[in-house]
């Protein structure tokens, strides 16, 4: 639930700005569990400085949200940066969130994923590149209906890596289990042991990513505060996942040409690539319903086959469309904020 209050922060001038209703997915929200971790993309152009962003006023109830600042990321489509907009969060229990950046790499720059590191972690240690992965899925039967398996992975034993198997767990209700996996970063791979994190409706409010044009953010008084927010019901069945960029994409990644970049949630898991957590929740919550996983494909595969039943690509687009109409065709990937404020 939001709290009250009307944000008062100036937004950029609508002549040198586009919300979009695709893009990625704020990695502090959620963010992709590769296998065999590599290392960040390189691009050749310098990202723009980090822009100020001021929070709305209007912010989610509770103890545990912080405000988790945006940053750059780099959406090959139109050769540029975008601006990944910054989250209300709930913090995972016992978690703090380490920032993605990007540095410099002799003439090109380089990508650093963010983590959810274990708050009790006193020193980050940095590791060797660990061994390919051994995770094929289960080996063993289900012993029950609410139990979901959790992937092995590679643990650092004083001077080497032991496997430790994967294995089925209860279920927790009305939690996301990530499981353990590692981070390249420049000076080496950070593991990141699993834990709990909220379903995704009680994670925080998402918004949705910008293209800013160099003459708006690089104004000496320029700061921006995002309002339009990703409605997280209709974006669960638009996501995607990018692994090798370690963000999960939301909206309209449908073409064909996406195909070999851009999983489809159902897809990922069975790749053997990796583990799509939510992906991996949903399909649980609808165990008893034994066609969900085949509409989820074939709600896929409309849409790649049938370009006008995909959702807009930017909010000028979606507002474009009369409301009655975005909602019967489950294409409403975004909201104002003050509409979610007045639900």
């Not at 979901?148 to 001077?159: A, I, K, M, Y």
């Amino acid at each position: 639930m939001l709290g009250a209050g009307i944000s008062t922060a100036q937004n950029a001038d609508a002549s040198g700005s586009e919300v979009l209703t695709r893009g990625p997915v704020h990695e502090a929200f959620a963010a992709t569990v590769s296998y065999d971790p590599e290392p960040g993309i390189l691009v050749n152009v310098q990202p723009p400085a980090v822009i100020e962003e001021i929070p709305p006023d209007q912010r989610l109830e509770g103890d545990n949200v912080t405000w988790i600042p945006g940053y750059w990321a780099w959406d090959e489509d139109s050769n540029d940066f975008l601006w990944v907009s910054g989250i209300w969060r709930n913090l995972p229990p016992g978690r703090q969130w380490v920032p993605g950046y990007w540095a410099q790499v002799d003439d090109r720059y380089q990508w650093t994923s963010g983590y959810w590191e274990d708050a009790a972690v006193a020193e980050v240690s940095y590791l060797p590149k660990p061994p390919r992965s051994l995770e094929t899925g289960p080996n063993i039967d289900a012993p029950s209906r609410d139990v979901s398996w959790l992937p092995g992975s590679w643990v650092w034993r004083d001077d080497r890596y032991a496997w430790r198997s994967g294995y089925w767990a209860p279920v927790r209700a009305n939690w996301i289990w990530v499981p353990s996996c590692y981070r390249w970063t420049p000076r080496g791979y950070v593991y990141v042991d699993g834990y709990w994190d909220y379903v995704v409706a009680r994670r925080g409010v998402l918004f949705a990513p910008v293209r800013f044009g160099p003459d708006v953010y690089s104004r000496p008084d320029f700061y921006y505060t995002p309002t339009t927010v990703i409605n997280i019901a209709v974006f669960l069945n638009h996501l995607f996942l990018r692994p090798r960029y370690g963000h999960y994409y939301f909206g309209d990644y449908y073409a064909p040409s996406y195909r070999d970049r851009y999983y489809a949630s159902y897809y990922y898991g069975s790749s053997r690539s990796g583990f799509d957590p939510i992906y991996s929740y949903y399909s649980l919550e609808n165990r008893d319903d034994d066609n969900w996983d085949r509409r989820r494909r074939e709600y896929f595969e409309y849409r790649r086959d049938h370009e006008d039943a995909r959702p807009p690509r930017t909010w000028a687009a979606l507002t474009s469309i009369p409301e009655a109409d975005r909602r019967a065709e489950n294409l409403a990937v975004a909201e104002p904020l003050d509409r979610l404020i007045a639900w």
